[in-house]
């Protein structure tokens, strides 16, 4: 008999209980308890939680209740009352976000990893009722999903939030810089914050694990496509020393798959995907995507090329994350025998100025696995900053549990500016 779904799980919670805090799926009957606790902390926690400012009537906490049930149904995530054990009291929420199914190439639907959010009342700070609350459902992820990572993520002005993880026994991993917006649409720093299966499991306990400890030391969200309309600039080529970087086209079907077939095995360890091209269809397939993406404005992928030779040297790309604060993912691969001379680091740099000047970016970051020493070398030559290590953030094509490397430029480091 297979083991339950992460939906089935979702489907069969019915509450967590500790010694002073109850979680527990949200009722209609419970909206007017929400929308007063939103009212009571709207002017202390709005910096924080901008969403607050949206809910002006009990009948849009009792649709916030409903979605929140139908995402639970879904298997999307756990959005938790925390209610009071001893006087039924709602003191604030928490919830439990899917960011990634880690072992998604190996067709196991288990052992993601997740984010935990919350937010406190302000009559009910300073009791300890979210360390608890956070502790409660960080086991049920752990213990009842199969999570190989819990993450917490706060403003780094947030000094409150940041205590819960850090009480929790939660290592730091990284300061992401200008990756969000607080409630007045200042920009701001958010800090990463995690633990994973390794750090609850005594060393020793499994010789594996131990191994894999001393080998290693997506949250982000899709842009909404209505920020990216086809109206919306963008370039046709852009043209370096040595490098020419423009859409794919379909009559590129033929390089694209010769160039993969050609360094699958050199890109298989860092790029799961390159898998999948067994044929010139697949790889027009691919191109086809791209370019209806491209006209939607809703992701840049793009083709590299020597500008002397006219060979494809492989691909790379702009990928909207946040729109909240215009921010762009690069990623890139080269064929193995264009490796090493510098290609790359030019067609990341045409890249990342084309997302400040052109697409109004504030950042742009670049993340590859810890063990790939050529793509971090990448974004150190076009001076991305290091921001961290993601610990179990990812699983490679070869079953490896791997840590993520995150680097950066933001609007001010481009001009030169703190």
Sequence with gaps: MRPPTIQEQMVQFAELRGAHVLLRSLRLEDAEQHFAAVEESRATSRRWLPWMDTYTSVEQSRAYVARCEAQRLLGEQLSLGIFDTTSGRLLGGVSLFLRSILPQQLGDEEGGAYEVGYWLRTSARGQGHMTEAVRLLEEYAFETLGARRVVIRCDTLNPHSAGV??????????????????????????????????????????????????????????????????????????????????????EDA???????????????????????????????EFINRARARWLLREDFTVSVWERESGRLLGGSGLHPRNTAVSEYEIGYWLQ??????????????????????????????????????????????VGFRFEGRLRRDGMAYDGAVRDTLIYSLTRDDARGTE
Aim: proline share 5%.
């Design 165 to 250: 993880a850090r009480r929790l026994g939660y290592t730091h991993e990284a300061t992401l810089r200008h990756d969000d917006r607080d409630g007045d649409g200042n920009l701001g720093d958010t800090l990463v914050f995690a633990r994973t299966d390794l750090d609850r499991r005594p060393v020793g306990q499994s010789p594996a694990a131990d191994e894999a400890a001393g080998a290693n030391t997506s949250w982000f969200t899709l842009g909404d496509p209505a920020q990216h309309t086809t109206l919306r600039p963008i370039f046709d080529e852009l043209c370096g020393e040595r490098v020419l970087v423009r859409p794919f086209r379909p």
């Design 254 to 284: 033929e390089a694209l798959f010769a160039a993969v077939v050609a360094s699958r095995d050199y890109l298989l360890p860092w790029l799961p995907w390159a898998i999948g091209y067994d044929s010139v269809d697949e790889a027009r």
């Design 336 to 381: 193995r025998d264009a490796a090493g001379h510098g290609y790359m680091a030019e067609t990341v740099r045409l890249l990342a100025d084309c997302a400040f000047d052109t697409l109004g970016a504030e950042r742009v970051f670049i993340r590859c696995d810890a063990r790939n020493r050529r793509s971090a070398a990448v974004a150190e030559r």
